[in-house]
C-alpha cells in the first residue's frame, strides 16, 4: 500500500473543463509537494504547501493542504491541453524526515 | 534544464549482467536521491545520501548499491539484473539534508534489461 494514495489514477478531460485531484494519507505530514512529470523528463516541482489549510494558486493550479496535514488537492480550471501529463504529490515520512514519499499519480490528458 | 545531469540517458543489457547508472547534483547540493519508476508507476524512492553519508533507505533491493564520492556525484549499481530491473531510475538533488527539501530531479537513465 502507498503511503500517499491519488485519486483519480487518470483522467481525460475536453480542454476548458475543471478538474481536481486528490491526495490522501492516514499519516500527518510536515510538508507536501506537488510535481508534474512529462513523458520521458523527470518530475518538475509545481507547489510545497506547508500549513495547514493553507491554499496556494498557481495561475489556473489551485492547491489545498487540510487543515489536519493528511491531505492535499490540486484543482485545475479551465484545463489545456498543455496541462497533460502526470502530477505527483509527495511529502517526507513523518517518522523519519529523510524519506521521501511519492504518490502512485494521477495522468491527466486534456484533450484540445 | 534541473542542473541535475544523468548518464547514460538509455541503457540495453542482459539479465544477469550489472550496470553503473551515474548522477551528477546540481551545483551546491548535498544530497543526492535514487528513484525507480516502471511503466506506469509512481516513483520508488531507493536510497538518500547527504555530503557522502547514507541517510536514509527505501526500498532498495541487495542487489542495487549506491555510493557518493566526495565530490558530489553519485552512482547506482545494480547487479545481477533481471527482466523486471526495466525501469527509469532518477536522481534527484537538494541543497541540505532533504526533510522535505524541493528536491530537483535529472532526466532519468532508461533502463531496459532483455
Known amino acids: 500500500t502507498q503511503l500517499l494514495e491519488q485519486s483519480p489514477q487518470f483522467l481525460s478531460i475536453q480542454e476548458g473543463e475543471n478538474l481536481t485531484v486528490y491526495c490522501n494519507s492516514s499519516?500527518?505530514?510536515?510538508?507536501l509537494q506537488w510535481y508534474r512529470q512529462e513523458p520521458g523528463e523527470g518530475p518538475v516541482l509545481l507547489v510545497t504547501?506547508?500549513?495547514?489549510?493553507e491554499v496556494k494558486k498557481l495561475k489556473r493550479l489551485t492547491f489545498q493542504f487540510g487543515d489536519a496535514r493528511k491531505d492535499s488537492s490540486l484543482h485545475i480550471t479551465a484545463a489545456q491541453p498543455g496541462d497533460t501529463g502526470l502530477y505527483l504529490c509527495a511529502g517526507a515520512n513523518p517518522g523519519n524526515f529523510n524519506k521521501f514519499y511519492f504518490g502512485s499519480g494521477t495522468k491527466l490528458n486534456v484533450k484540445p | 534544464d534541473s542542473g541535475v545531469t544523468q548518464t547514460p540517458k538509455h541503457l540495453i543489457t542482459a539479465t544477469g549482467q550489472r550496470v553503473t547508472l551515474r548522477c551528477s547534483p546540481r551545483?551546491?547540493?548535498?544530497?543526492v536521491y535514487w528513484y525507480q519508476q516502471s511503466l506506469d508507476q509512481g516513483l520508488q524512492f531507493l536510497i538518500h545520501y547527504y555530503n557522502g553519508e547514507e541517510r536514509a533507505k527505501g526500498n532498495i533491493l541487495e542487489r542495487f548499491s549506491a555510493q557518493q564520492f566526495p565530490d558530489l556525484h553519485s552512482e547506482l549499481n545494480l547487479s545481477s539484473l533481471e527482466l523486471g530491473d526495466s525501469a527509469l531510475y532518477f536522481c534527484a538533488s537538494s541543497p541540505g539534508a532533504g526533510g522535505g527539501e524541493t528536491q530537483y530531479f535529472g532526466p532519468g537513465t532508461r533502463l531496459l534489461v532483455l
Open positions: 551545483s551546491g547540493d548535498l544530497s
Open positions: 504547501v506547508v500549513t495547514g489549510g
Open positions: 499519516s500527518v505530514f510536515s510538508s
